[in-house]
DNA sequence: CGCTGTCTTGAAGCGTTTCAACACAAGTGG
DNA sequence: CCACTTGTGTTGAAACGCTTCAAGACAGCG
């Protein structure tokens, strides 16, 4: 089902790992070093890139496609940790020790997943410490979202979330968004329901907040008052 | 209020960076390297160390003492992020972009922090790669953390989120445990109020997980039943 | 086109919050 | 050392927000 090529035999590889944002302020020579040790692997929409359980000291770095990281509790309540759009990584825990995956990985759609071994790594941060900063960048900004999401999960309502999310969505210029997952998935990550997003972003709605366009599509008549909420 | 000191002015200091997880495995002489560019600080219990909205680019490591950091939300209610033991660090944001405090950190008890700037820590880092993948490991532990608790948060009961904080608190041996915080703050720690982290354990009392024994204090009679809630 | 899954809307039920009152512990000053 | 003060912890009753279940509308895809 799914396809996996050794990275000195497939070129594509080159352009997938020059394209990841923690490599690609490297000099031509040391990219070559690095795809060395560098697997790929492609899935269709829908398959499984890992499960809850599996064992795992891989870095996944998602080259294109987009994935879907997601929790499932005792009581088979889902709940999405984050999505992976190209470039981002997963898997960083696994460096330091043999460690068993906690969450799902999926892909939403086609996607392209380049693998580094923890070891390889491992040499490859002492070797170029640079890529080792730009790890902890991406890993703090990471953190602080994670701690954020915790916090708003903690103290604010369903509607102040959906309030925030949709304020984070919009881009400059435009005050129309396109919401980057289902509304399902959008109230998995929210902490709440469908039903509940749903009759939440109606209200906002009828408050004059928003205006809902099409399945995904929103727009923002009034950003000032949602973060007010 | 605070006492600041200079690190090689103060012989104290050599104790705080050698007490640190991330720089212990070094050798002596670049422990005093690393030394020339720490700086230090005393708080007495209760001081806060920095506010929300603070610009900084500095990271604290605790030396000795307790630090809680928290966050307010607009409406004023408090969640506690986390609490930093001896060893332990925040404000790795700040080493790659001048940002600002999200957060409030407080001292718990008297406190000495030690600072590093972050453009001196920047320059560790490169020289000495070994203690970038410390702070990595370190990094990604607490990730791994706060998206558990945001799982939890998002897909858990309050009963189920206390049961898993006492099941966690559970040293080797012992059944004893002793809470690390107020219930206050254990309240706003698991994103609810004292009053039903009281109720809540009153209940997993009756139903015989556990023994309240004092303040802090609690007895874990089914530490297997607590994990199936 | 008809299937399947996503989205919406309604009504009932439940867990949690809120407010208020009281018990209790720790810390302070007389 | 006790009384006073302050903050934490407990318990009750009412109110609220969210979830749940069920049924129907809608969109995407074979």
Redesign the interface.
Known sequence: MTKISCAHHDDGNKACVSLVPIFNHLVEEKLDEIMQTVQSVTYKKGEVIYHAGDQSNTLYIVNHGRVKIY?L?E?G?E?L?RILNPGDFTG??A??QQSIH?NFAEALIDTKICLIQGEDL?DI???Y??I??Q???E??????K??????R????SVETRIALFLAECVEDDTRKIELPMSKKDLA?Y??TTPETVSRRLADLEDQGYILQTGQRHIEIIDLDGLLLL
């Open positions: 929790h509790s009581s309540k709940q940790v960083e825990l460096l330091f906690e491992q941060l002492l070797k410490p640079t080792a900063l790890i902890m960048k890993l703090t900004g990471r953190l602080e994670s701690e954020q999401q915790t916090t999960l903690a103290t604010e998995s929210l902490g």
